[in-house]
């Protein structure tokens, strides 16, 4: 059974940084992409950053280009976020999320197992 489990969320002020993990378990293959996403109070879930298991492609929402890197240890099925500059609307609960098939990985419907977030929140 997939398992994500994310740590490394907190409150921090704005200009701060952090940087979120995931410990993926369960897997018997690689899996097509994975990502961070992140859902505000009374917002829409949105994908923050992706990247292509494979390539080591990785894809970042404007809103965050430039601040945020995703990355991958292979070697130890982790999942890693730096988020720097943090700003109070990064403030959300964010997910690691694993998409074990192809196709668009902007699309939040694409990820197959979610973690069960953890918590960012940016105070001005």
């Known amino acids: 059974q997939v398992q994500l489990v994310e740590s490394g969320g907190g409150s921090v002020q704005a200009g701060a940084s952090l940087r979120l993990s995931c410990a993926a378990s369960?897997?018997?293959?690689?899996?097509?992409?994975m990502g961070w996403l992140r859902q505000a109070p009374g917002k829409e879930r949105e994908r923050v950053a992706t990247?292509?298991?494979?390539?080591?492609?990785?894809y970042y929402a404007d809103s965050v280009k430039g601040r945020f890197t995703i990355s991958q240890d292979n070697a130890k099925n982790t999942l890693f976020l730096q988020m720097n500059s943090l700003k109070p609307e990064d403030t959300a609960m964010y997910y690691c999320?694993?998409?074990?098939?192809?196709?668009?990985?902007?699309?939040?419907?694409?990820?197959?197992?979610w973690g069960q977030g953890t918590q960012v929140t940016v105070s001005s």
């Open positions: 369960g897997y018997s293959y690689w899996s097509f992409c």
């Open positions: 999320a694993t998409a074990l098939k192809g196709g668009d990985c902007s699309r939040v419907a694409m990820y197959d197992y």
């Open positions: 990247i292509y298991t494979s390539t080591g492609a990785t």
